[in-house]
């Protein structure tokens, strides 16, 4: 069942301008899979789906199906160009984003094979990171910002 709802998404993003995950949801439905926002949050995820412009401002939800050096050339553009500002609290760490692109630059960090990330949450324009330490926090604000830097 996994297997041919992540096969309908791709044809549906591909059919469609998605732009939200409630978009994707309807859409998903009305062709008969029993979807929630859960789900669907976990589906854009594992398909690596990310938000690209498109026309009249909008964004939608795109799958990058290249090899893997393209796709992590791809995130690493979206992470450096999508986020504004990453700082801490304590072992909280908070990634600024351009609106609507939390969720394209939290799919970037899963992608950059990160071994220290155990997940993001992302909004609109915010991804929440809780770690184990704020000294550990430190070192991955640190990193972030190199990457953007780099």
Do not use: C, P, W
Not at 34 to 50: F, H, K, M, P, Y
Not at 52 to 67: E, H, N, R, V
């Amino acid at each position: 069942m996994k297997t041919q709802r992540h096969s309908k998404i791709i044809e549906l993003i591909k059919e469609y301008d998605i732009e939200t995950q409630e978009e994707l949801t309807e859409k998903l439905k009305e062709a008969g899979f029993d979807v929630t926002q859960a789900t669907i949050s976990r589906d854009i995820r594992e398909l690596r789906l990310t938000k690209i412009s498109a026309s009249g401002g909008k964004q939608k939800y795109q799958a990058f199906l290249q090899d893997d050096s393209q796709i992590s050339e791809k995130f690493i553009r979206v992470f450096k160009e999508g986020v504004i500002n990453i700082d801490y609290a304590q072992n909280i760490i908070v990634i600024k984003t351009l609106n609507g692109m939390a969720m394209g630059v939290a799919a970037a960090l899963d992608a950059m094979n990160n071994d220290e990330i155990m997940g993001n949450i992302a909004g609109d324009d915010n991804i929440f990171r809780e770690e184990k330490t704020e000294e550990k926090a430190i070192k991955i604000v640190e990193k972030l910002k190199a990457k953007i830097n780099s």
